[in-house]
Protein backbone atom coordinates (compact mmCIF):
# COMPACT_ATOMS: atom_id res chain seq x y z
CA UNK A 1 0.00 0.00 0.00
CA UNK A 2 1.44 3.12 -1.12
CA UNK A 3 2.38 5.76 1.70
CA UNK A 4 3.96 8.40 -0.80
CA UNK A 5 0.83 9.55 -3.85
CA UNK A 6 1.18 6.78 -6.48
CA UNK A 7 1.20 10.00 -9.51
CA UNK A 8 3.10 13.33 -7.95
CA UNK A 9 0.45 16.42 -7.89
CA UNK A 10 1.35 19.08 -9.93
CA UNK A 11 1.39 22.78 -10.29
CA UNK A 12 -1.48 22.23 -12.88
CA UNK A 13 -3.83 20.54 -10.46
CA UNK A 14 -2.83 23.52 -8.07
CA UNK A 15 -3.87 26.12 -10.35
CA UNK A 16 -7.21 24.29 -11.29
CA UNK A 17 -8.05 23.88 -7.85
CA UNK A 18 -7.42 27.29 -7.48
CA UNK A 19 -9.78 28.17 -10.09
CA UNK A 20 -12.38 25.72 -10.09
CA UNK A 21 -12.28 24.50 -6.31
CA UNK A 22 -12.40 21.35 -7.81
CA UNK A 23 -9.79 19.01 -9.36
CA UNK A 24 -9.45 15.39 -10.28
CA UNK A 25 -6.28 13.55 -9.57
CA UNK A 26 -6.01 10.52 -11.69
CA UNK A 27 -4.29 7.05 -9.80
CA UNK A 28 -2.84 8.52 -6.63
CA UNK A 29 -3.94 5.51 -4.31
CA UNK A 30 -2.20 2.40 -5.25
CA UNK A 31 -4.60 -1.33 -6.21
CA UNK A 32 -4.06 -2.82 -2.71
CA UNK A 33 -5.59 0.44 -0.60
CA UNK A 34 -8.64 0.28 -3.01
CA UNK A 35 -8.62 -3.83 -2.90
CA UNK A 36 -8.67 -3.20 1.28
CA UNK A 37 -11.05 -0.73 1.44
CA UNK A 38 -13.58 -2.38 -0.76
CA UNK A 39 -13.74 -5.69 1.50
CA UNK A 40 -14.11 -3.67 4.44
CA UNK A 41 -17.28 -1.81 2.61
CA UNK A 42 -18.62 -4.90 1.83
CA UNK A 43 -18.53 -5.99 5.68
CA UNK A 44 -19.87 -2.54 6.35
CA UNK A 45 -22.70 -2.62 4.73
CA UNK A 46 -23.86 -5.96 6.04
CA UNK A 47 -23.62 -3.85 9.47
CA UNK A 48 -23.04 -0.38 9.27
CA UNK A 49 -23.49 1.06 12.79
CA UNK A 50 -20.88 -1.06 13.84
CA UNK A 51 -18.41 0.84 11.81
CA UNK A 52 -19.61 4.28 12.25
CA UNK A 53 -22.51 6.86 12.38
CA UNK A 54 -24.85 7.03 9.67
CA UNK A 55 -25.29 10.16 7.68
CA UNK A 56 -28.39 12.40 7.22
CA UNK A 57 -28.29 10.42 4.15
CA UNK A 58 -28.30 7.28 5.04
CA UNK A 59 -31.25 5.03 3.84
CA UNK A 60 -32.22 1.90 1.53
CA UNK A 61 -30.86 3.79 -1.64
CA UNK A 62 -27.94 4.75 -0.33
CA UNK A 63 -25.51 3.66 2.48
CA UNK A 64 -23.86 7.12 3.98
CA UNK A 65 -21.32 6.23 6.99
CA UNK A 66 -19.22 8.60 9.12
CA UNK A 67 -16.65 8.50 11.61
CA UNK A 68 -15.14 5.09 10.78
CA UNK A 69 -11.48 6.27 10.91
CA UNK A 70 -12.07 6.79 15.03
CA UNK A 71 -12.08 3.33 15.42
CA UNK A 72 -9.50 0.54 14.64
CA UNK A 73 -9.90 -0.97 11.45
CA UNK A 74 -8.98 -0.31 7.61
CA UNK A 75 -10.23 3.02 7.34
CA UNK A 76 -8.19 4.17 9.94
CA UNK A 77 -5.48 3.19 8.38
CA UNK A 78 -6.78 4.93 5.52
CA UNK A 79 -6.77 8.18 6.96
CA UNK A 80 -3.24 7.92 9.08
CA UNK A 81 -0.98 5.88 6.65
CA UNK A 82 -2.41 6.65 3.28
CA UNK A 83 -0.93 9.59 0.88
CA UNK A 84 -4.65 11.15 1.84
CA UNK A 85 -2.91 14.27 3.83
CA UNK A 86 -0.31 14.65 1.73
CA UNK A 87 -2.24 14.26 -1.44
CA UNK A 88 -4.66 16.78 -0.24
CA UNK A 89 -1.45 19.57 1.70
CA UNK A 90 0.36 19.22 -2.20
CA UNK A 91 -3.13 20.31 -3.79
CA UNK A 92 -4.16 23.26 -1.47
CA UNK A 93 -0.88 24.60 -0.42
CA UNK A 94 -0.99 23.95 3.64
CA UNK A 95 1.67 23.00 5.42
CA UNK A 96 -0.47 20.68 7.98
CA UNK A 97 -3.16 18.63 7.01
CA UNK A 98 -5.45 17.43 10.34
CA UNK A 99 -7.95 14.44 9.78
CA UNK A 100 -11.58 14.85 11.30
CA UNK A 101 -14.10 13.15 9.02
CA UNK A 102 -14.57 10.57 6.62
CA UNK A 103 -17.96 9.45 5.08
CA UNK A 104 -18.98 6.73 2.52
CA UNK A 105 -21.08 6.82 -0.25
CA UNK A 106 -22.62 3.94 -1.35
CA UNK A 107 -25.04 3.78 -4.66
CA UNK A 108 -26.25 0.58 -5.24
CA UNK A 109 -27.44 -0.50 -8.83
CA UNK A 110 -30.76 0.99 -9.48
CA UNK A 111 -30.39 3.57 -6.34
CA UNK A 112 -32.88 6.76 -6.64
CA UNK A 113 -30.92 8.92 -4.64
CA UNK A 114 -29.86 12.34 -5.52
CA UNK A 115 -27.87 14.32 -3.50
CA UNK A 116 -29.19 17.78 -3.63
CA UNK A 117 -27.07 20.84 -4.33
CA UNK A 118 -24.70 22.06 -1.21
CA UNK A 119 -21.77 23.08 0.24
CA UNK A 120 -19.87 21.27 2.62
CA UNK A 121 -18.94 24.68 4.55
CA UNK A 122 -22.33 24.19 5.71
CA UNK A 123 -21.57 21.41 7.89
CA UNK A 124 -18.43 22.18 9.61
CA UNK A 125 -18.43 24.05 12.76
CA UNK A 126 -15.39 25.94 11.50
CA UNK A 127 -13.80 29.06 9.04
CA UNK A 128 -10.85 28.35 6.79
CA UNK A 129 -10.85 27.43 3.15
CA UNK A 130 -8.59 24.60 4.18
CA UNK A 131 -11.01 22.37 4.96
CA UNK A 132 -11.37 20.48 1.39
CA UNK A 133 -13.37 17.27 0.78
CA UNK A 134 -10.98 14.34 -0.97
CA UNK A 135 -13.83 12.11 -2.58
CA UNK A 136 -11.74 8.48 -3.13
CA UNK A 137 -13.16 6.60 -6.06
CA UNK A 138 -13.66 2.90 -4.65
CA UNK A 139 -15.56 2.06 -8.11
CA UNK A 140 -15.32 2.91 -11.56
CA UNK A 141 -17.66 6.16 -11.19
CA UNK A 142 -19.07 7.58 -14.32
CA UNK A 143 -22.35 9.16 -15.63
CA UNK A 144 -24.52 5.90 -15.74
CA UNK A 145 -23.81 5.23 -12.36
CA UNK A 146 -23.78 8.52 -10.26
CA UNK A 147 -20.98 10.86 -10.36
CA UNK A 148 -20.41 14.11 -8.34
CA UNK A 149 -21.01 17.42 -9.96
CA UNK A 150 -19.74 20.64 -9.42
CA UNK A 151 -20.07 24.16 -10.43
CA UNK A 152 -16.23 25.08 -11.13
CA UNK A 153 -15.57 28.60 -10.00
CA UNK A 154 -18.63 29.16 -7.00
CA UNK A 155 -16.20 29.03 -4.07
CA UNK A 156 -14.59 32.19 -5.06
CA UNK A 157 -17.66 33.66 -5.70
CA UNK A 158 -18.83 32.65 -1.76
CA UNK A 159 -15.44 33.72 -0.60
CA UNK A 160 -15.46 36.98 -2.31
CA UNK A 161 -18.54 37.53 -0.96
CA UNK A 162 -18.80 35.94 2.08
CA UNK A 163 -21.72 33.86 1.04
CA UNK A 164 -22.29 31.07 3.81
CA UNK A 165 -25.36 28.64 3.11
CA UNK A 166 -27.72 27.03 6.02
CA UNK A 167 -29.75 23.84 6.25
CA UNK A 168 -32.62 25.55 6.69
CA UNK A 169 -33.56 28.93 4.26
CA UNK A 170 -33.72 31.18 7.14
CA UNK A 171 -30.36 30.45 8.20
CA UNK A 172 -27.44 32.62 7.01
CA UNK A 173 -27.39 33.38 3.17
CA UNK A 174 -30.52 30.89 3.02
CA UNK A 175 -30.26 27.34 0.98
CA UNK A 176 -27.64 26.45 -1.35
CA UNK A 177 -28.87 27.47 -4.39
CA UNK A 178 -30.80 24.88 -6.41
CA UNK A 179 -27.98 24.69 -9.50
CA UNK A 180 -30.48 22.29 -11.56
CA UNK A 181 -32.22 25.56 -12.60
CA UNK A 182 -29.32 26.56 -14.23
CA UNK A 183 -28.26 23.26 -16.82
CA UNK A 184 -29.46 24.81 -19.87
CA UNK A 185 -29.10 28.54 -18.85
CA UNK A 186 -26.71 29.80 -21.27
CA UNK A 187 -25.82 32.92 -19.33
CA UNK A 188 -24.99 31.06 -16.31
CA UNK A 189 -21.36 32.24 -15.46
CA UNK A 190 -20.23 29.48 -13.80
CA UNK A 191 -19.76 25.63 -15.25
CA UNK A 192 -20.69 22.10 -14.56
CA UNK A 193 -17.83 19.62 -14.38
CA UNK A 194 -17.33 15.83 -13.24
CA UNK A 195 -15.90 13.56 -14.12
CA UNK A 196 -14.99 9.71 -15.02
CA UNK A 197 -12.90 8.08 -12.34
CA UNK A 198 -11.02 4.78 -12.10
CA UNK A 199 -10.85 3.31 -8.51
CA UNK A 200 -7.66 4.84 -6.95
CA UNK A 201 -8.29 8.15 -8.42
CA UNK A 202 -9.47 10.91 -6.39
CA UNK A 203 -11.39 14.88 -6.43
CA UNK A 204 -10.46 16.94 -4.66
CA UNK A 205 -12.64 20.10 -3.64
CA UNK A 206 -13.29 23.14 -1.67
CA UNK A 207 -15.54 23.70 1.13
CA UNK A 208 -17.44 26.66 -0.89
CA UNK A 209 -17.59 24.33 -3.71
CA UNK A 210 -21.20 23.28 -4.46
CA UNK A 211 -21.92 19.79 -5.49
CA UNK A 212 -24.81 16.96 -6.01
CA UNK A 213 -25.30 13.48 -7.29
CA UNK A 214 -27.63 11.35 -9.56
CA UNK A 215 -29.01 8.29 -8.69
CA UNK A 216 -27.46 5.26 -9.79
CA UNK A 217 -28.93 4.50 -13.30
CA UNK A 218 -27.02 1.08 -13.88
CA UNK A 219 -28.72 -2.06 -12.94
CA UNK A 220 -26.03 -3.85 -12.14
CA UNK A 221 -22.73 -1.61 -10.96
CA UNK A 222 -22.61 0.02 -7.55
CA UNK A 223 -20.92 3.46 -7.26
CA UNK A 224 -18.79 4.00 -4.36
CA UNK A 225 -17.12 6.79 -3.17
CA UNK A 226 -14.81 6.98 0.74
CA UNK A 227 -14.91 10.90 1.41
CA UNK A 228 -12.39 12.15 3.57
CA UNK A 229 -12.64 15.73 5.03
CA UNK A 230 -9.12 17.52 6.45
CA UNK A 231 -8.13 20.92 8.29
CA UNK A 232 -5.33 22.60 6.92
CA UNK A 233 -3.45 26.06 8.37
CA UNK A 234 -6.32 28.47 8.32
CA UNK A 235 -8.98 26.15 9.78
CA UNK A 236 -10.89 27.70 13.03
CA UNK A 237 -13.44 26.77 15.38
CA UNK A 238 -16.88 28.78 14.46
CA UNK A 239 -19.51 27.29 16.25
CA UNK A 240 -22.23 29.54 14.50
CA UNK A 241 -26.20 28.16 14.56
CA UNK A 242 -26.35 27.48 10.80
CA UNK A 243 -23.47 24.63 11.06
CA UNK A 244 -23.51 20.86 12.62
CA UNK A 245 -21.58 20.09 15.36
CA UNK A 246 -18.91 17.49 15.13
CA UNK A 247 -20.09 14.59 17.65
CA UNK A 248 -17.51 14.00 20.75
CA UNK A 249 -16.39 16.84 20.68
CA UNK A 250 -16.88 19.80 23.23
CA UNK A 251 -17.23 23.26 21.20
CA UNK A 252 -14.03 24.93 21.45
CA UNK A 253 -13.98 29.06 21.87
CA UNK A 254 -14.58 30.78 18.97
CA UNK A 255 -11.34 31.10 16.40
CA UNK A 256 -8.88 28.39 18.11
CA UNK A 257 -6.82 26.21 16.15
CA UNK A 258 -9.12 22.50 16.06
CA UNK A 259 -6.57 20.46 18.20
CA UNK A 260 -6.77 17.14 20.03
CA UNK A 261 -7.54 13.62 19.74
CA UNK A 262 -10.54 13.75 17.01
CA UNK A 263 -8.25 16.48 14.33
CA UNK A 264 -4.93 14.06 14.34
CA UNK A 265 -2.06 15.54 12.42
CA UNK A 266 -1.32 13.51 9.24
CA UNK A 267 0.88 15.40 7.09
CA UNK A 268 3.64 18.30 7.30
CA UNK A 269 5.24 19.48 4.65
CA UNK A 270 9.09 18.71 4.94
CA UNK A 271 9.96 20.56 1.82
CA UNK A 272 9.18 24.07 3.37
CA UNK A 273 9.52 26.75 0.98
CA UNK A 274 7.76 24.81 -1.67
CA UNK A 275 4.13 25.10 -3.24
CA UNK A 276 3.78 21.68 -4.19
O1 LIG B 1 -21.12 10.73 -3.19
C1 LIG B 1 -22.08 11.49 -3.40
O2 LIG B 1 -22.97 11.23 -4.20
C2 LIG B 1 -22.19 12.77 -2.63
C3 LIG B 1 -20.87 13.23 -2.10
C4 LIG B 1 -20.94 14.39 -1.19
O3 LIG B 1 -21.95 15.06 -1.04
C5 LIG B 1 -19.74 14.75 -0.45
O4 LIG B 1 -18.70 14.09 -0.59
O5 LIG B 1 -19.80 15.72 0.33
Given at each position: ??K?????????????????????????????????????????????????????????????????????????????????????????????????????????????????????????????????????????????????EY???????????????????????????????E??????????????M????A??????????????????????????????????????????????????????????????????????????
Amino acid sequence: MNKPTLNPITAEHRNTYRRDGVVHLRQVFDRQWIERLGQEVDRLLKDPENYGIPGPSHGASMASVCFMWRQPGVFRDFVLNSPVGEVVGRVIGADTIRAYHDHLFHKPPGSTKVMVWHCDETAWPVTGEMAPNIWVALTPVDRENGRVEYVAGFHRHCVENDLHFGFAPDQADGLCPDFEKERNNPDFPFRFVSFDMEPGDAVVFHPSTPHFSQGNHSSARPRTGLAVRVFGDDVRWYPAPYKASIPGVDALPEGEPPSGKFFPVIWRRTDVGSAG
